[in-house]
């Protein structure tokens, strides 16, 4: 049952920060461009 377990893992809360690289903005995590930079090199950590 691997598809249930992801699926299990998926719906656990998880706080998710994204940060661009080029100059440390903190963006939404599912930002794909630096709204500050144009930068399109963003960084995402899960925090527990
Ligand atoms: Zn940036």
């Known amino acids: 049952m691997s598809l ?8 656990e809360p998880e706080t998710v920060v994204a940060e661009c690289r080029r100059c440390g903005t903190t963006v939404d995590a599912d930002t794909a461009v ?11 950590y899960s925090i527990d």
């Open 34 to 44: 630096c709204a500050t930079c144009g930068s399109e090199d963003i960084v995402e």
């Open 4 to 11: 249930f377990a992801s699926l299990v893992t998926r719906v």
